[in-house]
Each structure stands twice: as C-alpha cells, then as structure tokens.
C-alpha cells in the first residue's frame, strides 16, 4: 500500500494559463475526492467519484475547473485560464465504499497551485 | 446546511500539559464524525472517528466523545508531547463528502 500520490506536488503558472493535476488513489479504493484548502482553512470539497462516474460536484466548482477519472483508477483535476483566487493546495483524497468498506479517507500530500 | 466550528488557535501548551479542542457541529441527523491531523509539511491523516451517538473515539492517546445533546465532538489528551505539535481539523460526512472545520493550531512547548 503506497498511499495516495500527487504530481506535481508544486506548480507556479500565470493567471490565464491551464494546469492539470494528477491523483493515484490506494489502488483498492473505488471512491477518489478532490479538496481544495487555503492558508488558515480547513479543506474544501470539490468533487468526487465512484469508480469512473462522477457522484457529486460542488458549486465551488466553477466551468473553469473540470475532473475526470476515465478508467476509474487515476484521476486528473483541470483548471483552465487560471486566477489568483486559485491558488491553494489542492488535495486528493481515496475511500473503500461498499459492505466491505470503512469509507475512510485517506488523503494525499497535495499539490500547492501559486498563480502569480 | 451541515457546518462544523471549532475553537480558534493557535493553542500553546506546554509538555504533559492537559489537551482540549472544542468542535462543534451543525447537521441534520447523525453523521460520523472524524477528527483529522495535519503535521508540519504532511499531508491530513485520520486520528480518530466515532460514526454514532455515545461511540468514543480514541488514537495514539487522543480520544473524542460523539456528544449529540451538545452536538459536540471535543478532542482531548492527558499530557501532550512537543510531537504533538501540529494543526488539528474536526470533520462531519455528509453524503460522501467531509466537510471540516477551520482547523485549530497546536503548539506544545518543551
């Protein structure tokens, strides 16, 4: 059990750029978060997904923003024409949902946007 | 909707000292709770859960009580150690999501 990866673990873009975040959940885990926390905030939800299928977005989550988790294991987080508000932490977290599952949530080390 | 408050830090502390964290929730019905913590560059982990009414979580010393007369959550520990120093956030779920506090600062001096 490697634990939820992130890449890239930092990123500094220009406001108007698109950036693309990558998650690895546990590989067992069908169920895959996206948060967002700011300094001095807990994390925020964004979106999440059940194997392949998107279950629930937040209204956090502007047009700009889209996920996807196309084979139901990775998950990608893309923000395009970025602003200043953006910058965060950007957190990916992995459950085991079902009979079996704990549904805890394990969270990756996240990767830290700077829009300058 | 569903919102979680806890107590404003930072809290400083010294070694052995006495540990309690308020949080307090709003929710419709009885969500599991969790408390989460986030050491000094690392990522969150889960510290303790208490999923119904009564159930007392505990870890690593650190234990919290699911209060729902006082829709309370509050973390506590007989005698902190420097190494607990680290940000502590109080969560609920609601559906498949958590939804957590602002996060408390812990400082433990030597």
């Known amino acids: 059990d490697t634990g939820v990866s992130q890449d890239p673990r930092h990123k500094i873009t220009k406001r108007g750029q698109n950036v693309t975040f990558r998650c690895d959940p546990i590989?067992?885990?069908?169920?895959l978060y996206w948060y967002r926390q700011t300094l001095g905030q807990g994390p925020e939800f964004l979106t999440y997904?059940?194997?392949?299928?998107?279950?629930?977005k937040s209204r956090l989550l502007s047009d700009r923003f889209s996920a996807e988790r196309p084979k139901g294991s990775f998950s990608t987080l893309e923000i395009q024409r970025t602003e200043q508000g953006d910058s965060a932490m950007y957190l990916c977290a992995s459950s085991l949902a079902g009979p079996s599952g704990s549904y805890e949530q394990y969270f990756g080390p996240g990767t830290r946007l700077t829009v300058t | 909707g569903n919102s979680v408050t806890q107590m404003e830090g930072p809290v400083t502390l010294s070694e052995e000292a006495f540990l309690t964290i308020n949080c307090t929730y709003t929710a419709t019905g009885y969500p599991s709770l969790f408390w989460y913590v986030q050491y000094p560059g690392e990522g969150l982990q889960l510290l303790l859960k208490?999923?119904?009414?009564?159930d007392k979580g505990s870890n690593k010393g650190f234990e919290a009580t699911y209060r729902k007369e006082t829709t309370s959550f509050h973390l506590e520990k007989g005698s902190v150690q420097v190494s607990d120093s680290a940000v502590y956030f109080c969560a609920l779920r609601e559906g498949g999501k958590l939804i957590f506090g602002q996060g408390t600062e812990l400082s433990v001096k030597p």
């Open positions: 208490a999923t119904k009414a009564d």
């Open positions: 997904f059940q194997n392949e299928a998107q279950l629930e």
């Open positions: 590989s067992e885990h069908n169920r």
